[in-house]
């Protein structure tokens, strides 16, 4: 088990990541104070004996499980559920679940009475390696991902291996599609994913790849917390499409997406002949390790309009996507929306004709 | 006219507050950037036109007047006007109204995209002498005063006593409670009130004191800009008990409230030994020249209970109250909620006996 570190000036002040096995037996039940638990139905459902016999007898809130609750309507339940419960400044919320628990169980702490304790209790791999880590809270607004928001560190995050055995195979590759996404920003992580890429499924890789790929946000966060000197942005890598299409087309979840937006992202790089060659190829593999089919959206263009309001544009006529470059390295491509449009079509068309 | 600049660590960064006759005409046409404007119903029958040429052709939101409109559902509605009128991270949110203006707008533009730029132009007096700076944003939610908000710094405050010439005399009663809420905290307030206190509405003595008292709020900022190392909680001094009777009575408006919130704290103050003699008798002296006659409310007691909400209160069984000790200096008294309200209802019994 080892401890990560976030310095930070903003609200919360600093943010401690407790990584690896035994971290939830020994940091949770050390949570002091009035606590408020957020959590999902299914997570409830496999885990709320042990919610209450670490936390004892305090107020649940339980959302629906799934990316539709993460609205500002779910987000006033929550808030009024707080206000009912007696929660006061120096109580702690827990969001005990995946992204969608912690964005919006994070947003509530930080909106009531101005800002309440936070403590991170992920309990998927996507929320592990990436969304539980950094302090953005958003709920979805309008049609838009993670419109409405704040920028707020939780005081712990707590990483427990333990809650990934009951992870079906669908959540392993969501979190996977965020582990490649740091592997095509980070040399490190790439290499431990090409010498893994037969069993990418691993528990013991994926304990390990997990604190190096919080390591490396955490890097990020304490550089660029609030996402406006360019180092944050660069974890949006495959997100501006990936966005766009998950509220397009819903089906799918955030981490595929991740892949899918990666995928069609990466033909965009390739045609601007900023990343090409043997690493291009070798990422395009490592996605297709985890999603077996890219999906060749017939009508990917109209989806990808959804991109112009990605959070990283400046004006709605131009949008911005993140790339990888070369090992390590990523690079920001700004394109006309049209082009852009453009090319997400010309890539589906691809990956139509090759079946 | 002079700038007042408060350093912070958070979110927009400093806050320069420029403060005098020609503010508006000097900083606003400056303000850069794609704009959304943020007002209300009275404030834009009085302004519109004034909007309209200093800011040119951009999105005005009109937010119908009163502290009703300061609630969830109308946050939604300026977060969804935002979105429909294309607002970027870059661009600028200007609050060009009274408390509840600024309160919502601020709070909108602290969660927009987590987070875009936020201007205010306060026009009423309670707003440019508190309200307006700071950062402290918020809305109602379920009856308590503020339950939702967020710590977000204006980067730039826009101050200038053009527009108290068209307050009505109410609105102008509702600074000066703030201002006398500032005469309990500052020595140098506290003499410019006594030495103007037959004239309190004369405007070259607004327009002086305005400045004092931002001048005191930016230094009390900036030594606890997120209310928590107990300097900041002086500003709450009348607030406990005006915000509760506030939301029980709801007929006055907050700045009529704070002088009565003040008048009732008074009471307790002196019953506990805290404040007493010609100062005591001279505060009141200093209120009852604002407010002719303080409500003798007969459920004062009842209303008092809403105390038991206030952000400052660790736990529901005890009020804390922020109460005037002598010139310059303020103490904190907790009490157990029932025997808080048991001296309020003693005050109003007190203020009905002597008519």
């Keep these: 088990m080892q401890d990560i570190e976030i310095l930070t000036s903003s ?5 401690v990541i407790h990584c690896g096995a035994g971290a939830f037996d020994e940091y949770a039940p050390q949570i002091a104070g009035k606590k408020f638990i957020v959590t999902d139905s299914n997570v409830y459902r496999l885990y709320g004996k042990l919610i209450a016999q670490t936390f004892g007898d305090c107020p649940v809130f339980v959302l629906p499980a799934g990316e539709k609750s993460k609205n500002y ?15 006061t400044r120096s109580s702690t919320v827990i969001a005990f679940g995946g992204g969608v628990v912690g964005d919006i169980a994070g947003l509530a702490a930080s909106l009531y009475m101005r800002g309440t304790g936070i403590v991170q209790i992920p309990t998927t791999l996507l929320a592990q390696v990436d969304s539980s880590v950094g302090g953005k809270t958003a709920i979805d607004f309008c049609g838009v991902k993670n419109a409405v928001g704040a920028f707020y560190q ?27 996404k740091y592997g095509a920003l980070d040399c490190g992580i790439y290499a431990a994913l090409s010498q893994n890429q037969h069993d990418l499924s691993d528990y013991a890789f994926l304990e390990n790849v997990t604190f190096d790929c919080i390591s490396h946000k955490a890097k990020v966060v304490a550089e660029d917390e609030r996402d406006v000197s360019g180092a944050r942005k660069t974890l949006n890598l495959g997100h501006t499409t990936g966005h766009a299409f998950e509220l397009y087309y819903k089906r799918k979840s955030h981490g595929e997406f991740v892949l899918i937006g990666m995928y069609y992202e990466l033909y965009i790089a390739v045609r601007c002949g900023i990343c090409g060659g043997h690493y291009a190829e070798s990422l ?12 060749s959206y017939s009508d990917a263009q109209s989806a990808a309009a959804g991109a112009k309001y990605d959070k990283k544009n400046e004006e709605q006529s131009t949008v911005s996507v993140i790339v990888p470059k070369r090992e390590g390295e990523s690079a920001e491509i700004k394109l006309p929306i049209a082009e852009y449009m453009q090319m997400i079509g010309d890539c589906a068309k691809e990956l139509k004709q090759n079946g």
């Design 11 to 15: 609200a919360g002040g600093n943010s």
């Design 154 to 180: 939780p005081s712990q995050v707590i990483v427990d291996p333990l809650f990934l055995r009951t992870l079906p195979a669908r959540e392993l590759r969501c979190g996977l599609g965020e582990i490649i």
């Design 73 to 87: 309507n779910s987000l006033k339940n929550i808030l009024k559920a707080m206000t009912e419960s007696g929660v």
């Design 284 to 295: 395009r593999a490592l996605i297709k390790k985890v999603l077996k089919k890219i999906p």
